[in-house]
């Protein structure tokens, strides 16, 4: 499996932008499509956005879309969540997952998970 580790959480006010990173170690992430997902307390585990293998293929969750974009740098290892705009609502834990799948939004299908990252988005 892969191990992953996101950064880049933390405190900002409404309308304020974070950039969430998720490094990758063990195995290459060229085979993985990779996913961020998020959880408050008391609900479900939800999806934010995935980015197929290559990077050509991109879903985001309606709740978010327009005002994130997921990136990926197989050649770093990395994956990146932009996030602008940003509301009270979307304060959560936010998770870098992977699928050994070309591409997916259902998170069944991402076996590798990240310790998460807090986003805490003051009004």
């Known amino acids: 499996q892969v191990q992953l580790v996101e950064s880049g959480g933390g405190l900002v006010q409404a309308g304020g932008s974070l950039r969430l990173s998720c490094a990758a170690s063990?195995?290459?992430?060229?085979?993985?499509?990779m996913g961020w997902f998020r959880q408050t307390p008391g609900k479900e585990r939800e999806f934010v956005a995935s980015i197929s293998r290559t990077g050509g293929s991109t879903y985001y969750a309606d709740s978010m879309k327009g005002r994130i974009t997921i990136s990926r740098d197989n050649a770093k290892n990395t994956v990146s969540l932009q996030m602008n705009s940003l509301k009270p609502r979307d304060t959560a834990v936010y998770y870098c997952?992977?699928?050994?799948?070309?591409?997916?939004?259902?998170?069944?299908?991402?076996?590798?998970w990240g310790q998460g990252t807090q986003v805490t988005v003051s009004s």
């Open positions: 997952a992977a699928a050994t799948a070309y591409m997916s939004t259902e998170m069944n299908y991402f076996g590798s």
């Open positions: 063990g195995r290459t992430i060229s085979n993985y499509a």
